[in-house]
């Protein structure tokens, strides 16, 4: 089944402790993208990659880090996570030409920084 | 920079009832538009996509929408709602600049749609 795999669904962690958030897709895209999700805000893009090793910054990309070292792998790494970084996170693949086709969501992970 | 705005927060119907969600968009150029829902505790799904030609799109569920260059809105009816259209609707703006393939899709803020059976 053609899918974006997120984990953990749910995590709840302590300020300062770094951690890592995985997608993984099937489907050979070669755009992958983190979003943050907020009530009244809609999704906002963190950051995104075109392929392997090619990255940039979405709109809110301060405190995130990630890595394309793999096509199919682009996890989201808070190195010192804050409260306001406590939200629900998507990572969405695509195809080349990212407009034909829109992206395929994961189910999310929803973080809980205390 | 784009902007998608989504003039309503939350709305609450009737089943049977008609619906229309707004979605503005803020770019003169060449677009690509999106619904996507969010049905509660899920992953957003695809509903529709407009790229050129029709501008009434027809989607999955019996949505349609409209693309109406001159106003820059790209709104969600559905005739008649059902119970399980409750959800969120997402609209989102890729901005197609010159062929270039790569960058984001920009999300409204949502809107709520609860139905009452």
């Known amino acids: 089944e053609a899918q974006v795999t997120q984990n953990p669904r749910y995590l709840i962690t302590v300020t300062g402790k770094k951690l890592t958030v995985t997608c993984s897709q099937n489907m050979n895209h070669e755009y992958m993208s983190w979003y943050r999700q907020d009530p009244g805000l809609g999704l906002r893009q963190i950051y995104y990659?075109?392929?392997?090793?090619?990255?940039d910054k979405g709109d809110v990309p301060e405190g995130y880090k990630v890595s394309r070292k793999e096509k199919r792998n682009f996890p989201l790494i808070l190195e010192s996570p804050s409260p306001n970084q406590t939200s629900l996170y998507f990572c969405?693949?695509?195809?080349?030409?990212?407009?034909?086709?829109?992206?395929?969501f994961g189910s999310g992970t929803r973080l809980t920084v205390v | 920079a784009q902007s998608v705005s989504q003039h309503n927060h939350h709305v609450i119907l009737s089943e049977a009832a008609s619906l229309e969600l707004g979605c503005n968009y803020s770019?003169?150029?060449?677009?690509?538009l999106f619904w996507y829902v969010q049905y509660p505790g899920q992953h957003l799904q695809l509903l529709l996509k407009y790229f050129s030609g029709d501008p009434l799109v027809k989607g999955i569920k019996g949505f349609e929408a409209e693309f109406i260059k001159s106003k820059f809105s790209f709104n969600l009816r559905k005739p008649s709602v059902q119970w399980s259209d409750t959800a969120e609707y997402f609209c989102?703006?890729?901005?197609?600049?010159?062929?270039?393939?790569?960058?984001?899709?920009?999300f409204g803020q949502g809107t709520i749609l609860t139905v009452h059976p």
């Open positions: 969405a693949s695509s195809v080349v030409g990212v407009a034909s086709y829109g992206y395929t």
């Open positions: 989102a703006v890729f901005l197609n600049a010159g062929g270039t393939s790569y960058g984001k899709l920009t």
């Open positions: 990659s075109m392929n392997v090793e090619v990255t």
């Open positions: 770019y003169g150029g060449t677009v690509n």
